[in-house]
């Protein structure tokens, strides 16, 4: 359950530097699809949540000292440029594969858990493709405004 819980303060983190890099790209060409992918860990959040409930564990509170670092890198890089910023939320998203990698090994899951954490891997990777073109296309659109 261990690495359940690393996984949904993961996502936690996630969240918050999602909501963070949303204030860099407001109106910009990225903003919707940032939206779809914070909506998306939110609703990952919130089914790994109820997987730990359902096994009897309480759910942690907030994203612990990950969250905090990832949080305040994220706003200090919105400053920099516009590429840090998705480079960071890239890292992120491979650090989520990682850890859903680490959850997929475990060969006493069940079934529909198993399939649950699949699909919730397989969404950070469309995350990655997204965010690599997105990092592409930087350097081809203006600076935008620093926070």
């Known amino acids: 359950m261990e690495n359940l819980r690393s996984q949904y303060r ?7 530097t999602y909501e963070q890099a949303l204030k860099k790209y407001e109106n910009q060409p990225e903003e919707p699809a940032l939206q779809r992918m914070l909506v998306e860990h939110r609703d990952a959040a919130r089914r790994l949540g109820e997987a730990l409930l359902d096994n009897g564990e309480p759910l942690p509170r907030g994203s612990g000292v990950w969250g ?9 890089a919105t400053m920099v440029n516009d590429k840090i910023p998705l480079e960071l939320l890239r890292r992120g998203e ?5 850890g859903y990698d680490r ?3 475990d060969d006493t899951l069940p079934d529909a858990l ?3 954490l699949a699909a919730l891997r397989s969404r950070c990777r469309r995350h990655i ?3 690599d073109v997105m990092i ?5 659109i203006q600076s935008r405004p620093m926070l």
């Open 136 to 140: 592409e296309r930087v350097p081809q």
């Open 10 to 16: 993961g996502e936690l983190a996630a969240i918050e």
């Open 94 to 98: 491979s650090m989520g594969v990682e």
């Open 129 to 131: 493709s997204a965010l």
């Open 68 to 76: 905090t670092v990832t949080t305040t890198v994220e706003k200090v």
């Open 114 to 116: 198993f399939v649950e």
């Open 103 to 105: 959850l997929l090994a």
